[in-house]
């Protein structure tokens, strides 16, 4: 009996350090599942010295086995929809997803091709949609933000400045109509 009480108050603990480094320093993998390349320069250029995307506590990191969110690029081909989802399937809980530019959305300019299957929704779970074409750095990281304020709400301020320290207006949030109108759909395909 007092060694399942142990067990659970460590396996309580462990549980509580692993949220509290999760949410204080997100470890981000990339995957790119058809994009043009396009959103994927901006996202390198969040993370290079003009922006500096670490100062937000979150770092780039190669291995979906220890990454907490996945940022994906680029509709889903009909090629890259099962390696998505193995990457998905390989990052530990909890895990989050951002998809990054109209494509990763709705397909973008790319959608009604044969051998496109739509956003990233059609293949994982979607937390955060990032609208766009490509989008801008500041777009990216108030995107990254917003996630990062709802697993800790109590940094909130905190991660606001540092944000406006970059240049950047913390509550320039997209809309949905952003999201359905002109963004989601630029050359109106439906
Ligand atoms: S949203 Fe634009 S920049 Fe990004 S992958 Fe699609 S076409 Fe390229």
């Not at 291995?63 to 680029?74: E, N, Y």
């Given at each position: 009996m007092m060694v399942e009480g142990s067990t659970r108050n460590l396996r309580d603990l462990l549980e509580r350090v692993r949220n509290w480094a999760l949410a204080n320093s997100p470890w981000l993998v990339h995957y790119n599942s058809g994009s043009c390349n396009g959103c994927d320069i901006e996202i390198l250029a969040t993370l290079t010295p003009r922006y500096d995307l670490e100062r937000l506590g979150i770092k780039l990191q190669g291995?979906?086995?220890?990454?907490?969110?996945?940022?994906?690029?680029?509709p889903v081909t009909r090629q890259s929809?099962?390696?998505?989802?193995r990457i998905y399937e390989q990052m530990p809980e909890p895990k989050f997803v951002?998809?990054?530019g109209t494509c990763s959305i709705s397909g973008g300019v790319f959608r009604g091709?044969?051998?496109i299957l739509g956003g990233i929704d059609e293949a994982i779970p979607v937390?955060?949609?990032?609208?766009?074409?490509?989008?801008r750095p500041e777009a990216i990281i108030n995107g990254v933000a917003l996630l990062l304020k709802q697993l800790q709400p109590d940094r909130a301020d905190e991660i606001d400045n540092l944000m406006v320290e970059m240049g950047i207006d913390p509550?320039?949030?997209?809309?949905?109509?952003?999201?359905t109108d002109e963004y989601a759909d630029p050359i109106g395909i439906r």
């Open positions: 291995s979906p086995r220890h990454a907490d969110v996945l940022v994906c690029t680029g929809r099962d390696r998505l989802r951002v998809a990054v091709c044969y051998n937390d955060a949609y990032i609208p766009g074409c490509p989008p509550h320039a949030i997209p809309q949905e109509e952003d999201l």
